[in-house]
């Protein structure tokens, strides 16, 4: 079967402009991995320990979280005097909320570990995206409170969609956009970063971060932050109520 050259005329450009965008969005991603200390600082982080405060429609909350890259997160947050804990692991996500009437440990829903599996990468999922089996693409600027940001679409191995906005000064997140599906509904939800400082040991950190999604908006403030320190793996395992 004979080409007709015309197609190749049209395109060739069109895979120059795929060629440009991919360069483009890991040469953004790059620039990013370079403003958060390089890839080298960003691997040495194993672990992340801190102390938060988090503030729930004007209601303080104090919050404690802890990292092991790659294995395990948990959060556990005291609330009109009830603890409130969250856990994620490689193959698991599990709860307990006495606010909601549930006292005991009970298994997330599949959306929800999906979305909080994203907790267990110590650097954030643009960090070695490929090795995870994510993909990203370059999706233009867009202004924020007066500063360009580069807008990188970020798709994880398990399907969540995840959009970056990166100062095209500092190229530092300046804010992250996830799209996740819970019960039948779409949902977006907005995490905006400032107060981005250097930890004792040499890791840059946002230590505001405000949350947004709908019918609920909420703020944690690091006071305090402690990385590759020791923490026991047996803290992630579910209680046998």
């Known amino acids: 079967m004979k080409i007709p050259a015309i197609v190749f005329a049209f395109s060739l450009p069109f895979m120059n402009i795929i060629t440009v965008q991919a360069q483009t969005a890991d040469e953004i991603v790059n620039k990013w ?3 958060m200390g390089g890839r080298e600082k960003l691997a040495s982080m194993q672990t992340v320990y801190s102390e938060n405060e988090i503030n729930i429609m004007n209601n303080p909350a104090p919050n404690k ?3 092991i890259n790659g294995k395990g997160y948990k959060s556990e947050t005291e609330f009109n005097g009830q603890t409130i804990i969250d856990c994620y692991t490689v193959n698991n996500g599990w709860s307990i909320n006495p606010l909601a009437g549930q006292a ?60 970056f906005f ?3 000064v500092s190229y ?15 949902i977006e939800m907005t995490y905006t970063f400032s107060d981005i400082r250097k930890t004792p040991e040499g890791f840059m950190l946002p230590y505001s971060v405000e949350l947004n999604l709908p019918g609920l908006d909420l703020s944690v403030t690091i006071k305090k932050v402690e990385i590759n320190k020791e923490i026991n793996p047996a803290i992630f395992e579910m209680p046998k109520n």
Not at 124 to 145: H, Q, R, T, V, W
Not at 172 to 186: R, S, V, W
Request: hydrophobic share 40%.
């Open 172 to 186: 530092y997140i300046q804010k992250e956009l996830i799209k996740i599906n819970a019960n039948g509904q779409d």
């Open 33 to 35: 991995t370079d403003a």
């Open 65 to 67: 979280a802890y990292l």
């Open 104 to 163: 005991t440990a009970a298994v997330m829903p599949a959306s929800q570990i999906k979305l909080g599996q994203l907790q267990l990468d110590a650097a954030g999922p643009l960090y070695n995206y490929a090795s995870k089996g994510s993909k990203i693409e370059f999706l233009g600027k867009e202004d924020i409170k007066g500063n360009a940001a580069y807008k990188i679409g970020l798709t994880t191995a398990a399907g969540l969609q995840v959009t």
């Open 166 to 168: 990166i100062d095209s």
